[in-house]
């Protein structure tokens, strides 16, 4: 699995040691000198890691600050490298994940990040949505049934097509079988939205661990079958 990162940052030490670092963890790195421009950048594109020099970048500390009420981002792990300005407390506390102390040498900058790629894959799969077609059930409060068919699948849930109207009263669970899976998963879910037009989205809100577990690692399969497929012109 590639992951992708920015890093904004205008010391040339940092990028000479973190750059050799993640292409070894299979993470691609986006270098950015700028904070209005890394701003910009963040708010248009998806990273799965976004690396900010707090201290040292002008403007460095609001673009980590700014980075959980944005849309794109505000789920990305966020690493913030402290140059004896800014607290690690305090950093926390604007939402990094991980922090990192100058000067930072090869043996820690690969610690810090091999900690945290379980939660860079995990945000990967999380925003991760598969296009594919299934059959799935959707349960109602009172026990009415809608049969529909998927159009993309997530970990938090899933985009359904079908004829008719949505029954009143809320939604209890959805049925589905993944392809090549044993048994079907009866997740708790809710509506998240519905256009009127026969599509709607519908948000998991529990589900049990181990049909998490398989969804987990069927969308991870997903996602690398994707990636490695060649690109269509």
């Given at each position: 699995m590639v992951?992708?990162?920015?890093?904004?940052?205008r010391d040339p030490q940092v990028v000479r040691v973190l750059r050799p670092t993640l292409e070894k963890l299979s993470v691609e790195i986006e270098v950015c000198r700028g904070a209005r421009s890394g701003g910009e950048i963040l708010s248009s594109e998806k990273f799965d890691a976004v690396i900010v020099d707090c201290d040292?970048?002008?403007?460095?500390?609001?673009?980590?600050?700014?980075?959980r009420k944005g849309t794109s981002n505000r789920n990305s792990v966020a690493?913030?490298?402290?140059?004896?300005?800014t607290t690690t407390q305090k950093a926390f506390e604007l939402g990094a994940?991980?922090?990192?102390?100058?000067?930072?040498s090869p043996l820690n900058a690969m610690r810090c990040f091999s900690a945290a790629l379980s939660?860079?894959?995990r945000e990967r799969r999380r925003y991760f949505r598969h296009p594919i077609e299934i059959p799935v059930t959707v349960v109602f409060g009172q026990g009415q049934e809608l049969k529909a068919t998927t159009t993309n699948i997530s970990e938090g849930g899933m985009a359904i097509r079908f004829r008719g109207r949505l029954p009143k009263g809320g939604?209890?669970?959805?049925?589905?079988?993944?392809?090549d899976m044993p048994s079907s998963m009866e997740p708790k879910a809710?509506?998240?939205?519905a256009d009127g037009a026969g599509r709607a989205g519908l948000r998991f809100l529990e589900v049990p661990q181990k049909?998490?577990?398989?969804?987990?690692?069927?969308?991870?399969?997903?996602?690398q079958i994707q990636e490695k497929a060649p690109a269509k012109n």
């Amino acid at each position: 699995m590639v992951l992708e990162s920015l890093l904004l940052s205008r010391d040339p030490q940092v990028v000479r040691v973190l750059r050799p670092t993640l292409e070894k963890l299979s993470v691609e790195i986006e270098v950015c000198r700028g904070a209005r421009s890394g701003g910009e950048i963040l708010s248009s594109e998806k990273f799965d890691a976004v690396i900010v020099d707090c201290d040292d970048l002008q403007g460095g500390l609001d673009v980590l600050a700014g980075l959980r009420k944005g849309t794109s981002n505000r789920n990305s792990v966020a690493f913030a490298i402290l140059n004896g300005n800014t607290t690690t407390q305090k950093a926390f506390e604007l939402g990094a994940n991980f922090v990192l102390q100058k000067p930072i040498s090869p043996l820690n900058a690969m610690r810090c990040f091999s900690a945290a790629l379980s939660f860079m894959e995990r945000e990967r799969r999380r925003y991760f949505r598969h296009p594919i077609e299934i059959p799935v059930t959707v349960v109602f409060g009172q026990g009415q049934e809608l049969k529909a068919t998927t159009t993309n699948i997530s970990e938090g849930g899933m985009a359904i097509r079908f004829r008719g109207r949505l029954p009143k009263g809320g939604i209890s669970k959805v049925v589905f079988t993944l392809p090549d899976m044993p048994s079907s998963m009866e997740p708790k879910a809710t509506l998240a939205w519905a256009d009127g037009a026969g599509r709607a989205g519908l948000r998991f809100l529990e589900v049990p661990q181990k049909s998490r577990e398989l969804l987990e690692a069927w969308l991870t399969q997903q996602l690398q079958i994707q990636e490695k497929a060649p690109a269509k012109n």
